[in-house]
């Protein structure tokens, strides 16, 4: 069965330093893979998504992330967080078959000090 | 603007008394889906629509109905709401065209609360 594990429920840093949030997938055919984020009392945005070709995706907001299929990994960073990058960040993969389903991660919480 | 659009927002209601959200998006997307997002659990789908009056379970469908009678409106339905259902409501569009179909718009959510 597919699967996401976002490693870290709630991951604090500080005001310009380097955002990392971890996301470790399996899957039995080749995935699509997403990260979505959400801001407080809204819906979910989508930052970036790998589909095929080049294994470093980059999103908006200065985020990017790389796919590494040998760790089956889709780590999402950002180089110096802002204090607007406080929210829910999802992780998620594309499930098998046709039916358009997501599979989502538990989701990670970023703090941003100042 | 390309947008899915929930209403209502926010609702509490009581044990038994039915209840529908509804979904609307204008992106003129084939597919639809809803999710649920419960804390510690993300999201889980609930139903989903390929198109108009082809619709099919998620992962968590019991307690739930839906209906695509149109190609822009998928409501969800709570025909005898429980406490378990209280939850934060997703709607999700995408185009259902392979490759796309996983790239998916999301609504605004709907918290609801069952007492």
């Known amino acids: 069965a597919q699967s996401v594990t976002q490693l870290g429920s709630h991951v604090s840093v500080s005001e310009g330093a380097l955002v990392l949030l971890r996301c470790n997938y399996s899957?039995?055919?080749?995935?699509?893979l997403f990260w979505y984020v959400q801001y407080p009392n809204q819906g979910l945005q989508l930052l970036l998504k790998y589909t095929t070709g080049a294994t470093l995706v980059k999103g908006i907001n200065g985020f990017e992330a790389e796919f590494k299929k040998s760790e089956t990994s889709f780590h999402l960073t950002k180089p110096s967080a802002h204090m607007s990058d406080a929210a829910e960040y999802f992780c998620?993969?594309?499930?098998?078959?046709?039916?358009?389903?997501?599979?989502f991660g538990q989701g990670t919480t970023l703090q941003v000090k100042p | 603007e390309a947008q899915v659009t929930q209403n209502p927002r926010y609702l509490i209601t009581v044990t038994g008394k039915k209840l529908t959200v509804t979904c609307s998006q204008n992106?003129?997307?084939?597919?639809m889906s809803w999710y649920r997002q419960d804390p510690g659990l993300g999201l889980r789908q609930i139903y989903y629509?390929?198109?108009?009056?082809?619709?099919d379970k998620g992962d968590v469908p019991e307690g739930y109905k839906v209906s695509r009678k149109e190609k822009r409106n998928f409501p969800l339905i709570l025909e005898s709401p429980s406490p378990n259902q209280t939850s934060l409501y997703f709607c999700a569009s995408s185009s259902g065209t392979s490759g796309s179909i996983h790239t998916q718009y999301f609504g605004p959510g709907t918290r609801l609360t069952v007492l």
């Open positions: 629509s390929m198109n108009v009056e082809v619709t």
């Open positions: 992106m003129n997307h084939e597919y």
């Open positions: 899957s039995s055919v080749p995935p699509y």
């Open positions: 998620a993969v594309s499930a098998s078959g046709n039916t358009g389903k997501l599979i």
